[in-house]
């Protein structure tokens, strides 16, 4: 790799290869392209890597598939298996301090986050690393015509090679959450990062080989979602894909996983909505929003950026809520205060300027943010920053309210009837997270039924673990990624029927 944030300086050591990892060996890409990554906080380039194209994409498929079908992987004793994973999280955790920092640099969130991600990234291997010996099948009561008592049972065997394609906005912690249950499950994959941040995946390549994981287990390919994306998704040796992002790239995805009758699990977007209740507090709602919202900038496919405040609390949710946001630090993630980052690339703060242009131009009024922020260090003019922005009175017709924004923007509704709160919430294409606050146990469990939510939180916002399962509904997505539902995405259930009476 070549650090350009540091010339003539030396790499950071873990990631000297700054290569593409194939059959356990690093190389450079077939044609010797290379992608630049930068840092969200200058604009500057922080380092160049090989950046795979349609060749070394099947290079990799060959090399995954050559493990799944020769290799030692799915012969290894589970117990074997289980103890490589328990060492590559424990590897991790060792390194959570270059994983953090290296994460900051290239995704720009602040270092408090990035170390929560390296420490979730290893509580996933371990969470997976135990499910090795725990997931077997079963034997069937079944009770055939013949009237004998055949004796038929389940293997759970691994759905083959695996194509996984990840976004920017947890590059690490989404390919441990990725890797984690494919790899329990006894699979190989091909892993392409974002274009934007290819940095902290090369890093657990590192960690991986390091760990003892076969060569071609896992390789990882750093290219753009057009070419190196495409054409591992088209790929004839891919039995499976696992995509984590965009619901218009999955779209694609699932139609040439339907052509090929590849299996697919698909994690999308979200317009998730979070419902205060009369009874609510309101100091809490607006802590809880707040962070809903503005939690790694918004880029969150589970953030809250729909709030829907009822009229007895509206006056003072949004009064604290105003002043969380106003107080907020937004800063470069290395700042030790920094509470926000900036977003991660030039074409993404276009982006959401343009969501929150529209939204004024539509009539919504602005109460915080809207722009970039005053108070920024010297040094950072051309970082990608957006402050956190809260609008109310939005009209139906701002694209604010339908569409993902994924940044720190906020719009807010104010309710009065339950019934059309909740019909308002589910009025979206999307169906990946919602969440409310109240006391009252009945209003929330019945809310909890009526949303239309992969995942509903009440009095909280955000919380993960790898024993939930997560996922969407509608257009959010297709399967669940973590606890045991995100293991079964990688199993195929074979059944099979021993005649005991010929
Ligand atoms: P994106 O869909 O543009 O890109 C995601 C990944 O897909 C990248 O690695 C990209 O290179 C690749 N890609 C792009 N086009 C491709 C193609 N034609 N074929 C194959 N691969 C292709 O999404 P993004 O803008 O990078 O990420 C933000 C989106 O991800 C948001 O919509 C967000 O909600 C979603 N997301 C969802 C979850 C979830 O778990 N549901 C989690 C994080 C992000």
Redesign the pocket.
Known sequence: MVDTANPGGAAPALLAPGRLLIDGAWVDAADGATLTAFNPATGAPAAVVAEAGPEDVDRAVRAARAAFDEGPWTRMQPAARERLLLRLADLIEAEAGEIARIETLNQGKPLSISKGDAARGAATFRYFAGWITKAGGRTLPVSPPNGHAPLVYTRPEPVGVVAQ?????FPFAMACRMLAPALAAGCCVVL????QTPLTALLLGELLVKAGIPAGVVNILPG???RA??AL?RHAGVDKIAF????A?GK??AAVAGAQMKRVSL????KNPAIAFADADPRKVAAWAANAIFFNAGQV?TSASRLYVHDAVYEPVMEALVELAGRLVVAPGNEPTAAMGPLVSRDHLARVSGYVDQAREAGARLLAGGGRPGALPAGTEDGYFFAPTIFCDVPESARLLRE?V?GPVLAVSRWSDEGQVIAAANDTQYG?AAGMFTQRLATAHKAAAALKAGIVWVNAFNILDPSAPFG?MKQ??IGRDLGEEGLLEYLETKTVWVDLDQ
């Open positions: 394609i990840i976004p920017w906005n392409k990062p974002a274009e753009h979602g057009r994306g495409e998704v984590i992002g965009s619901t790239v694609q995805i994690e999308l977007g979200g496919c993902e994924f990946l969407g959010s997505g």
